[in-house]
């Protein structure tokens, strides 16, 4: 299966090219597989001010940054959105607001055009309401299919990303029907990765290998008809691949996220590395953090590598993959990627694999909420 999508090969020069605000971890929904760190609860109180994330993005653009997100949990919830796009606008970024849609009034809507708000990436799960509906936690459907109609009238280049697992993988074709009827310019299947509510939720969300064969050829039949009128990306799981996916480029090269508590991290999932340190935008400057912090400096570059990845000729195309996804399934952040079919422990992906054709006794969803335990999986 081709990585459509999901494969990096640009040389950010050592700056980082992409920056991503998550503005609050705040959410109204409860998404089963949501990236936020398990204890987002934890970081509440700690929220940057308008004024320090302004700051963010003059330091981001000083480095180099280009490409901006705004992100979250639901970054809506802040009241001060326009504002910090309208900041943004003015020292030259290109934005892009990543939204469940929920808060985007007509109001905002406007107003976030008229800040100079550039793009915007609606999430949908399902083509059906009541599945949307109950993968969240919430009443959304409806309503994000209305905001998505909004954003259209409003003259908005729109990415509909829908996040992929087992539950949804069979409505490709439904979903771009849909995607078709709103209009949508860029639609991105993103199989999902599994870190956090992911991870906890893996042997009911993990799809097949026959389902995501049958999902790409839908969309393969979907660009062949539609042709220019959308661009469709599908993204797979690197649980069905040999080798690993090139994270984020490489760590620390192009990619910078700042947290709601101004931690900078080489990438949205590092907390759940164990025995790490955060530094913040409070106690330092962008460019202290990026060029200087141990945490970019620990696994920038490939002295830290260990055999298979030390010697591997194919280093410097994943750079040994996911440090996360090393961590999280092998509890050692410096081993290669189980992903990689070189890999020691990669047993541990291929046993998730096969679990997913079994059939079993299914297991109740653990939704996105405050207290959830943290899980190392074996």
Same mark, same amino acid.
């Given at each position: ?8 090969? %640009? ?36 929220? %940057?001010?308008?004024? =320090? ?33 309208? =900041? ?33 990436? %609606? ?20 309503? /994000? ?78 660009? =062949? ?103 999280? %399934? ?27 054709? /079994? ?20």
């Amino acid at each position: 299966m081709p990585k459509d999508g999901s494969v990096t090969s %640009l040389d950010g020069l050592g700056k980082p090219m992409w920056l991503v605000l998550e503005l609050t971890y705040r959410c109204p929904l409860k998404c089963v597989w949501c990236n936020n760190p398990l204890d987002f609860d934890q970081y509440g109180s700690k929220e %940057l001010s308008t004024e =320090e994330w302004k700051r963010v993005l003059r330091e981001g653009r000083e480095l180099g940054a280009l490409q901006l997100g705004f992100s979250g949990g639901e970054p809506m919830l802040r009241d001060d959105l326009e504002e910090l796009v309208a =900041e943004a606008e003015r020292l030259g970024y290109y934005t892009n607001l990543i939204t469940s849609g929920i808060g985007l009034t007509p109001v905002r809507l406007s107003a976030l055009k008229a800040a100079g708000l550039k793009q915007i990436q %609606l999430s949908l799960q399902s083509a059906e309401r009541a599945l949307t509906d109950k993968l969240v936690g919430a009443r959304a459907h409806d309503l /994000k299919l209305e905001v998505a109609k909004r954003i259209k009238a409003e003259g908005f280049p729109m990415v509909l990303n829908v996040p992929v697992f087992r539950q949804n993988i069979d409505q490709v074709e439904e979903i771009l029907a849909l995607a078709e009827e709103i209009g949508v310019d860029y639609m991105e299947f993103a199989n999902i990765q599994y870190y956090n509510w992911a991870l906890l939720n893996r042997e009911e969300l993990l799809p097949t290998r026959e389902q995501l064969e049958r999902a790409e050829a839908a969309v393969n039949r979907a660009r =062949e008809r539609l042709g220019k009128r959308m661009t469709i990306y599908f993204v797979i799981p690197d649980y069905f691949e040999t080798r690993p996916k090139a994270c984020m480029n490489g760590w620390g090269t192009i990619h910078l996220t700042v947290a709601p508590d101004g931690a900078a991290l080489p990438c949205q999932e590092v907390r759940v590395i164990e025995g790490l340190e955060f530094p913040t935008v409070r106690e330092h400057s962008l460019q202290w953090l990026w060029e200087d912090s141990p945490l970019f400096q620990k696994f920038r570059g490939d002295d830290w590598m260990k055999d298979p990845c030390r010697t591997c000729s194919e280093k410097e195309k994943d750079f040994g993959g996911c440090r996360c996804q090393a961590f999280l %399934l092998t509890g050692d952040a410096a081993n290669t990627d189980p992903a990689c079919s070189k890999s020691p422990h990669h047993h541990v992906i291929e046993m998730a694999v096969s679990g997913s054709r /079994k059939p079993r006794e299914h297991q109740p969803l653990i939704m996105r909420s405050a207290g959830t335990r943290t899980v190392v999986a074996e």
